[in-house]
DNA sequence: CTAGTATTCAAGTAATTTATTGAATAAATG
DNA sequence: CATTTATTCAATAAATTACTTGAATACTAG
């Protein structure tokens, strides 16, 4: 039957996204794109792979329909090809928490202050910031803040997090922030603030969960996509 | 450093979940299981491939955690673990449609009639059934409908659809659903209900996606969950 | 206990995937 | 135009995956 063949066609084209997700250098790529635009030489530094590797990995997610790729000059920039994409990403992290106990175990023997320090949920953190009781401190490279933060927070990257100290006030809470729910900046930044004797408390997730959730967001380097939805429309 | 290896750990466990979707056949089996809990020997028959292969693949699901498997006399009953497999798997769908090119030209070549008979959304088909407006027939075959079912939804299995027709009010609008927004039993339905000379109509989405949104289901057949929010408790 | 059924395991082969290396483009600069 | 820089392509070896086949296990029924 030709149903079948349908059928079978269509799962393969799912599978073909599947596939892009099965590989743990192309999820970590796929976390970096998630804070902004990036180049590949940029992306092949941070996550330790070759150039070559890192470009071959890219088309494959660009194959998949992952990213697209801007070209301006001699630079190939590398982004997200929409916020389903970030949600797609949240779901699978949601599901390997869920039932992979492996990612359980990862957590606590890594993440071991995690019980002491309950997560901030999103919107704790923008009622309390509108009463301008917390300072809100962004602890990724300052690449990745100048793509995109959270409106009003500090870029302390997290090797000058003790140079910065003194400009934080004792007296209120400080809430960090990283790239997502498992990403180990802010875990450290909690930490070593603590250790300090300051109050510090980590954001339950990290900028582009916040962003996907239609949350403010400011940027000061090159331009982005600040809207909330954009509407497409065709050229007049 | 340390971190790094957390990093790629952790990613190495998201990238297993991945892996499992990276496989038509995989995928295919995962739609039937949304369906409703089922054996090996079934899920072989029904999606084309061997015993052997099927118990294989199956195995590989379960490590990634998409599936827990009770074992009953000398039979072993699949099922998805949790509504959040469903939920990904909705949002690999949704990606796939919106970004790769090679879903929407399927589609458009399978399924003609498409811009034809635009799908009825969940609301809309809840107020009309409430109005009493509508007949709602389920596509399945037999076993899954058993499984669960939207409620008051007749079952007619596409084979059987020109045998019922005595059945169908013709001055009533029919709304048939099946396995998911891109299963071509409804497809197929509605298509041949029109040539018949019905106001035939395809729901949106199929049945797990209606149960996910914690909309009612009913079901006939061996007890299966209902609730909406099913609260676990330990035994007492 | 024996025969039968459902499922899994184990071994093997063909195909695919990953990362490396060195060469090929393609744009910018002197 | 030649050189430098950023990226991609092509060829390769090692590892992994998909499917087949035949045997092993586990449970049921006679």
Known sequence: MSSGSFKHDLFSQFARVGKALSNANRLELLEFLA?????????????????????????????????????????????????????????????????????????????TVKDDLEPLPREELLERARKGLVTVIDVRPPEEYAAGHLPGAVNIPLSELEAHLQELDPEQEVVAYCRGPHCVLAFDAVERLRKKGLKARRLEDGYPEWKLMGLPVESSGPAENNEPQTEKEPAP
Not at 51 to 57: D, G, I, K, L, W
Not at 68 to 80: D, P
Not at 94 to 103: I, L
């Open 35 to 111: 804070q902004g635009e990036r180049g590949v030489e940029e992306l092949a530094k941070v996550s330790g792979l070759s150039v070559a590797n890192t470009s071959q990995h890219l088309q494959q997610l660009r194959q998949a329909g992952l990213v697209t790729a801007r070209k301006q000059g001699q630079h190939v920039y590398y982004s997200l090809s929409g916020e389903d994409v970030v949600q797609l990403l949240g779901c699978l992290r949601r599901v390997a928490e869920q039932h992979v106990a492996e990612v359980e175990k990862l957590v606590n023997t890594y993440l």
